[in-house]
């Protein structure tokens, strides 16, 4: 199913674009006065953590309902 893959392509991307965010707020928060943990860099993370879990569950779901299937690559060769 096309639209399947664009939803998990986009996952994805959201993930690396949290990951990414995160750490833009990890470095730009590292200054001597400043707070070891800046409230941004645990947001984002927060929503990398959720956005991966809730694209665990739609996998998982989705297999269950059959939308998606395994490829069928066996096992052992």
């Given at each position: 199913?096309?639209?399947?893959?664009?939803?998990?392509v986009?996952?994805?991307?959201?993930i690396?674009?949290?990951?990414?965010?995160?750490?833009?707020?990890?470095?730009?928060g590292t200054?001597?006065?400043?707070?070891?943990v800046?409230?941004?860099?645990?947001?984002?993370?927060?929503?990398?953590?959720?956005?991966?879990?809730?694209?665990?569950?739609?996998?998982?779901?989705?297999?269950?309902?059959?939308?998606?299937r395994?490829?069928g690559?066996?096992?052992s060769?």
């Open positions: 199913m096309p639209s399947m893959r664009i939803l998990v986009l996952a994805f991307a959201g690396v674009f949290a990951l990414a965010s995160a750490g833009f707020f990890m470095l730009r200054r001597a006065g400043d707070r070891p800046n409230p941004n860099m645990a947001r984002a993370l927060a929503w990398r953590v959720g956005i991966s879990i809730a694209l665990f569950l739609f996998i998982l779901l989705s297999y269950k309902l059959g939308w998606i395994p490829t690559i066996p096992i060769a």
